[in-house]
């Protein structure tokens, strides 16, 4: 199939996708659009929104980019890799990076989907790639952290851990935060790919780090939030969820660290201390994307199988402002009011008179990002 025949037979699906909304009186968000990418194939990474376009990868079973109209959710290109993508793009000075499960990294136009150049390394998989300055970083599952030039490709250099690499880097004053699956979290220099520090959990880390007032902030598959001092990696506090299961990546929005677990709860806990400010359970399924802040909200769905729900909370309470159910979701961007989630495609809600998402994850452009990230950070 060529790109105009895959073109053609995708449609914009009916806006009926939303279902079980709550009855409390609460104003929920309202379908603007919803455009199915590649049939029966699940976004499960956050979309990425700039220049108004948004930028997804597959997801699971899915070779292929998509960058659609985020006024509409018209398709204005697609680019077919010989893997599945998996990963938030990273757009930066109108290039899209991105890894594929085929093993390489692409670099594409960001208005036309035309390839730049590609790198080939030994393990791509769910790591997201960042971009600092003129350098493109991201880790593979041949459990390296690869430093390539924005460019070209050239790499820059290289690093190994112990064990394969899910977790996304996050680059903050010339250093990269990382996670293993080896249990060590690593600090990099961000120019030489020197190692600064390295901090040990007792389990695997895919949990992507983020950095709030010189702290960096990491979940672990021990169930423990681990604040560590960014230019040391000494231990600040940790916070034990009680449950050994996967972390999703947190964010940090005003003082408040948001993460989620894999079996069910989001807890906010107080950054500067590691106090647990409030806990939220009422998800229905056990796995949970990483967390939006826009404005007052908490945005993040939780799914088992095909079936999402996607929660907009109370920031400060914790309390359920509006839930909605989704066929499948991934973690949220939120641009000007509107809400992009990952569905079979991309799902973008009227959300009238909510902030553009303002957490750390977003601001360091790590799992997802928009426009304000884009346009101050490029090479």
């Known amino acids: 199939m060529d790109r105009r025949q895959f073109l053609t037979g995708i449609g914009l699906f009916s806006t009926g996708v939303i279902a079980g909304c709550l009855d409390d009186g609460k104003e929920r968000p309202e379908t603007k659009w919803h455009q199915q990418t590649v049939p029966s194939s699940g976004v499960r990474r956050p979309p990425t929104v700039v220049d108004d376009m948004v930028f997804v990868g597959g997801g699971t079973g899915n070779r292929y980019v998509s960058a659609l109209d985020a006024a509409d959710g018209t398709i204005e290109w697609t680019f077919r890799t010989d893997g599945p993508v998996v990963t938030s793009p990273q757009v930066v000075d109108g290039a899209v990076f991105v890894g594929s499960e085929d093993g390489n990294v692409y670099a594409l136009d960001a208005k036309t989907g035309d390839e730049h150049w590609r790198v080939e390394t030994n393990g791509m998989?769910?790591?997201?790639?960042?971009?600092?300055?003129?350098?493109?970083?991201?880790?593979?599952?041949?459990?390296?952290?690869?430093?390539?030039?924005?460019?070209?490709?050239?790499?820059?250099?290289?690093?190994?851990?112990?064990?394969?690499?899910?977790?996304?880097?996050?680059?903050?004053?010339?250093?990269?935060?990382?996670?293993?699956?080896?249990?060590?979290?690593?600090?990099?220099?961000?120019?030489?790919?020197?190692?600064?520090?390295?901090?040990?959990?007792?389990?695997?880390?895919?949990?992507?780090?983020?950095?709030?007032?010189?702290?960096?902030?990491?979940?672990?598959?021990?169930?423990?939030?681990?604040?560590?001092?960014?230019?040391?990696?000494?231990?600040?506090?940790?916070?034990?969820?009680?449950?050994?299961?996967?972390?999703?990546?947190?964010?940090?929005?005003?003082?408040?660290?948001?993460?989620?677990?894999?079996?069910?709860?989001?807890?906010?806990?107080?950054?500067?201390?590691?106090?647990?400010?409030?806990?939220?359970?009422?998800?229905?399924?056990?796995?949970?994307?990483?967390?939006?802040?826009?404005?007052?909200?908490?945005?993040?769905?939780?799914?088992?199988?095909?079936?999402?729900?996607?929660?907009?909370?109370?920031?400060?309470?914790?309390?359920?402002?509006?839930?909605?159910?989704?066929?499948?979701?991934?973690?949220?961007?939120?641009?000007?009011?509107?809400?992009?989630?990952?569905?079979d495609g991309v799902l973008a809600l009227d959300a009238e008179g909510v902030d553009s998402s303002a957490d750390s994850r977003v601001a360091l452009g790590t799992l997802g990002h928009h426009h304000e990230w884009a346009n101050s950070h490029g090479g």
């Open 125 to 343: 998989g769910w790591s997201s790639p960042t971009v600092w300055d003129d350098i493109v970083y991201v880790g593979g599952t041949d459990a390296t952290v690869y430093a390539l030039g924005t460019t070209g490709g050239e790499k820059r250099w290289q690093f190994e851990t112990g064990d394969q690499i899910l977790s996304s880097p996050t680059v903050v004053d010339d250093r990269v935060f990382i996670g293993s699956n080896d249990g060590y979290v690593y600090a990099l220099d961000a120019k030489t790919g020197d190692e600064d520090w390295r901090f040990k959990t007792s389990n695997h880390v895919r949990s992507s780090p983020t950095v709030w007032d010189d702290t960096v902030f990491v979940g672990s598959h021990d169930g423990a939030v681990y604040a560590l001092e960014a230019g040391t990696g000494d231990l600040l506090w940790e916070f034990d969820t009680t449950v050994s299961e996967r972390l999703s990546s947190p964010t940090v929005d005003d003082g408040t660290l948001y993460i989620g677990s894999w079996h069910g709860t989001v807890y906010a806990v107080e950054a500067a201390t590691g106090d647990v400010m409030w806990e939220f359970d009422e998800t229905e399924g056990p796995n949970l994307s990483p967390a939006t802040v826009a404005g007052d909200l908490v945005v993040f769905s939780g799914w088992q199988d095909d079936t999402a729900t996607l929660f907009g909370l109370d920031a400060t309470s914790g309390a359920t402002e509006w839930k909605l159910d989704t066929p499948i979701a991934s973690g949220v961007t939120v641009v000007d009011g509107t809400i992009f989630v990952g569905t």
